[in-house]
T-cell receptor
Framework: DQQVKQNSPSLSVQEGRISILNCDYT??????FLWYKKYPAEGPTFLIS?????DKNEDGRFTVFLNKSAKHLSLHIVPSQPGDSAVYFCAASVTGTASKLTFGTGTRLQVTL | DADVTQTPRNRITKTGKRIMLECSQT?????MYWYRQDPGLGLRLIYYSFDVKDINKGEISDGYSVSRQAQAKFSLSLESAIPNQTALYFCATRASGGEYNEQFFGPGTRLTVL
């Protein structure tokens, strides 16, 4: 039972345009969400997070939006750069559960010139 | 220098062999985690540890065991490897003391069981 879903395995965006990566979840107990970026032959690296008390969190070119009623979050990258080409994982956790993360399946983003 | 290191980075073994994957960290974090990544399945938690005396099973612990030899070291063992344990394995660490601290991942170990 996949509690965190990333329904788009891949996404291609032109440099300078906006990249939007989507994530849906089914467990209403999740109250903290993170995005990780992964390059080949490297481990995932933390990108940005949001708690359920917010609906938006911004860090430079990266913004995460949370829609609790729809159980949906999205990561916006503006403007997209070639170095953003990577696999992006959405992850979720429940406060008080030892920070155990439940990951989505990942979306491979390719930013083209 | 890497904060979280994993050895080996790649390993090919045969069915039935015992394998140990090692993780070391210099971040001073209390909490350590082992995940596996399979194509199309994302990362799944195998075991996690809050400190040397606190070991907990994760989502998919069957067929695995762990040892927390010190705060900085967390090893994952496959007592008798089988082909469906072929995967990419990641170790992660996290500081305690806050609900919103992120996990930091090692570079991964690619394990192939023939």
């Amino acid at each position: 039972d996949q509690q965190v879903k990333q329904n788009s395995p891949s996404l291609s965006v032109q440099e300078g345009r906006i990249s939007i990566l989507n994530c849906d979840y089914t467990n209403s107990m999740f109250d903290y969400f993170l995005w990780y970026k992964k390059y080949p032959a490297e481990g995932p690296t933390f990108l940005i997070s949001i708690s359920s008390i917010k609906d938006k969190n911004e860090d430079g070119r990266f913004t995460v939006f949370l829609n609790k009623s729809a159980k949906h979050l999205s990561l916006h990258i503006v403007p997209s750069q070639p170095g953003d080409s990577a696999v992006y994982f959405c992850a979720a956790s429940v406060t008080g559960t030892a920070s155990k993360l439940t990951f989505g399946t990942g979306t491979r983003l390719q930013v083209t010139l | 220098d890497a904060d979280v290191t994993q050895t080996p980075r790649n390993r090919i073994t045969k069915t039935g062999k015992r394998i140990m994957l090692e993780c070391s960290q210099t971040k001073g974090h209390d909490r350590m985690y082992w995940y596996r990544q399979d194509p199309g399945l994302g990362l799944r938690l195998i075991y996690y540890s809050f400190d040397v005396k606190d070991i907990n099973k994760g989502e998919i612990s069957d067929g695995y065991s762990v040892s927390r030899q010190a705060q900085a070291k967390f090893s994952l063992s496959l007592e008798s490897a089988i082909p469906n344990q072929t995967a990419l394995y990641f170790c992660a660490t996290r500081a305690s003391g806050g609900e919103y601290n992120e996990q930091f991942f090692g570079p991964g170990t690619r394990l192939t069981v023939l």
